[in-house]
């Protein structure tokens, strides 16, 4: 299994976004992270899968899930995901 290494702004992303879906289902919230974090070890196991992004940042790729997109680059020997944003939100502001 490749690994799937995650920055701090990731974290967080995720973070939030669970807080947020468990103010109304806290079984959704959990379910909602899970398949989230299935993705990125999809994206782990398979780097190329998603758009190359480099009008953003050189290397970086994203991968929609639902609303939101996985913003990463590969690494050795899988992928570092950069950050978890919904796809409604200013991108380019909230990466730079």
Excluded at 34 to 44: D, F, G, H, I, V
Excluded at 62 to 83: C, L, M, N, T, W
Aim: charged share 30%.
């Amino acid at each position: 299994m490749s690994r799937c290494d995650f920055t701090a702004p990731a974290r967080l992303d995720l973070l939030e976004l669970h807080t947020y879906i468990a103010e109304d289902n806290r079984i959704a919230a959990a379910r909602w992270i899970e398949k989230l974090e299935r993705e990125c070890q999809n994206l782990a196991d398979m780097p190329g899968m998603g758009r190359r992004r480099e009008e953003l940042a050189p290397g970086l790729r994203s991968f929609p899930v639902g609303a939101y997109i996985i913003f990463y680059r590969s690494i050795e020997d899988g992928v570092q995901i950069v950050r978890v944003l919904h796809g409604a939100r200013d991108i380019g502001s909230i990466l730079f």
